[in-house]
């Protein structure tokens, strides 16, 4: 039927709406033909101009010719000698790397001595791209299997950090770096495509989200208890270390609420209460105060701080905020853009305990401050703060 309205459709609509609501449907068909028929259109003009001779045939061998190439190469068994090879050369090349970085970063966990003669070495190097160094390892070692060992086993050695029992330890970077990615690495949530994760004890770390990821048809205390009833915890056991992480975490007169009750901070304290409920040695926290604001979450730091020191748990931190690594950690780690990588592990020089307000009335604060923003906004390292060479929670 027809009208001043236009042509109407099943749903009531006129044909201008309909077609507004279809448009980009349309629109996304479009680009998704062409995002199929371009890679397609790509080889044909390459396979048109390598045979037509306007392209170098010796760095541009026509796409027919490299597959009868591939094929020839499979049927004669050859392809699989050559990735057997690579597969060789990539082992021995990380048992190169990996087994030193094991032991010298155990020996300098160890001895604070050889820590403070040689870390900073270490540090000084993890900035320079290891490709850098390619003419000088050829130079040195020639261009046979053995340069090629030596350049993995230096990738391996280097793309490593530790974590000494009960140290707190901040990761910063870019968005997108991999921060996270590594935590959830080391909570077992992921599984690193390369390299070893070494976690003293075996027992897996307890893992502090971003956002509060409480039960809210749980109370405070049942919260708490879950991952102890899960493990199957005798009911007295449960009640005396609820009531112990309560007092600990100053949440007794709120052992009876639900989360709709708690503020924002009060909720990351339950999280992290219930973290340590079955009291394993790691803590993992994956920038727990990022939602809170500013007054939040300086209060909840210095509580962070308290909690820590009395239970004295290994913690590795994620964070955005400069400020929040310095007031809290030992050490921080400063990670570069995607790819990411440690450019720079700064000591962290307060004593203990500290005054989250206090603190930034030192001078050194605000230099560090200066210092972790310039990294982070350059990517180079500077020399100073030492690293240990293995990928380690001790």
Not at 102 to 120: D, E, Q, W, Y
Not at 144 to 165: E, H, T
Not at 259 to 277: D, E, N, Y
Request: proline share 5%; charged share 20%.
């Amino acid at each position: 039927m027809a009208g001043d309205r236009g042509i109407k459709g099943t749903a009531g609509l006129s044909a201008a709406e309909v077609e507004k609501l279809v448009a980009p449907a349309r629109r996304d068909h479009r680009y998704r033909l062409i995002s199929y028929f371009s890679p397609l259109l790509i080889l044909a003009f390459w396979e048109f101009a390598s045979r037509a001779g306007l392209v170098d045939r010796r760095f541009f061998p026509a796409p027919s010719s490299i597959v009868d190439t591939a094929w020839q190469m499979i049927a004669s068994l050859e392809l699989f000698v050559h990735i057997g090879a690579t597969l060789r050369r990539v082992a021995i090349g990380f048992v190169m790397g990996a087994i030193p970085a094991l032991l010298i970063g155990t020996a300098l966990g160890l001895s604070p001595k050889l820590h403070r003669v040689f870390a900073p070495i270490f540090a000084a190097l993890y900035p320079v791209p290891k490709i850098a160094i390619l003419p000088l390892i050829l130079l040195i070692f020639g261009i046979g299997d053995l340069s090629k060992y030596v350049v993995i086993a230096i990738g391996v050695f280097f793309l490593v950090f530790s974590v000494k029992r009960g140290e707190f330890v901040c990761l910063v970077g870019p968005s997108g770096c991999g921060k996270t990615t590594v935590l959830r690495i080391l909570a077992g949530l992921e599984k690193q495509l390369s390299g070893t994760v070494a976690i003293a004890g075996g027992k897996t770390p307890a893992l502090v989200f971003q956002e509060a990821s409480i039960f809210p048809w749980l109370s405070v205390a049942d919260n708490i208890a879950f991952p102890l009833s899960l493990a199957g915890v005798d009911k007295a056991t449960i009640d005396r270390r609820v009531g112990e992480l309560l007092e600990l975490t100053r949440l007794t007169d709120f052992r009876s609420a639900l989360p709709h009750q708690l503020s924002g901070g009060m909720k990351q304290r339950v999280a992290v209460a219930r973290a340590l409920a079955d009291d394993r040695d790691i803590l993992l926290m994956d920038e727990p105060f990022g939602a809170l604001d500013e007054q939040t979450r300086l209060v909840l730091q210095q509580e962070l701080l308290r909690i820590w020191e009395a239970s004295g748990k290994t913690v590795v931190f994620i964070t955005h905020s400069v400020d929040e690594a310095l007031t809290l950690a030992d050490r921080v780690l400063v990670m570069s853009a995607r790819p990411g990588r440690i450019v720079a592990d700064l000591a962290v020089p307060f004593e203990r305990p500290r005054d989250v307000v206090a603190l930034r009335k030192d001078e050194r604060f605000w230099d560090l401050t200066y210092r972790t923003w310039t990294l982070l906004g350059t990517g180079h390292s500077a020399v100073a703060a030492p690293a240990a060479p293995v990928e380690a929670i001790a």
